[in-house]
Nanobody, 122 residues
């Protein structure tokens, strides 16, 4: 199983970014997907999750209303649209997959990608 995340970069506060994660080696539509992030010196935290069909989503309070998770099962891809970015959103962002059809708002995922750096300057 491989999860390849991309789309990170250096932006200014208030800007937007869209992260993508392409999955291979698994039956994508049978997995719930999630995005996590880890800032320097901090533990990895859950950001957003989505169920197998895309019909259910869950967000951390810190990103609710600013970030949107979505998926395209035909492309084996999950996205994280990040708007109104803040310096505190700076972190390495990871996508992850879990063998569940419903969204999993926690850390117990089965597979993890390599991460993509997001840096938000003030």
């Amino acid at each position: 199983v491989q999860l390849q995340a991309s789309g990170g970069g250096l932006v200014e506060a208030g800007d937007s970014l869209r992260l993508s994660c392409v999955a291979s080696g698994l039956t994508f539509s049978s997995y719930a997907m999630g995005w996590f992030r880890q800032a320097p010196g901090k533990e990895r935290e859950f950001v957003a999750g989505i169920g197998w069909s895309g019909g259910s989503t869950y967000y951390a309070d810190s990103v609710k209303g600013r970030f949107t998770i979505s998926r395209d099962n035909a492309k084996n891809t999950v996205y994280l649209q990040m708007n109104s970015l803040k310096p505190e959103d700076t972190a390495v962002y990871y996508c992850a997959a879990v063998a569940s059809r419903t969204v999993v708002p926690g850390p117990k995922y089965d597979y993890w990608g390599q991460g993509t750096q997001v840096t938000v300057s003030s």
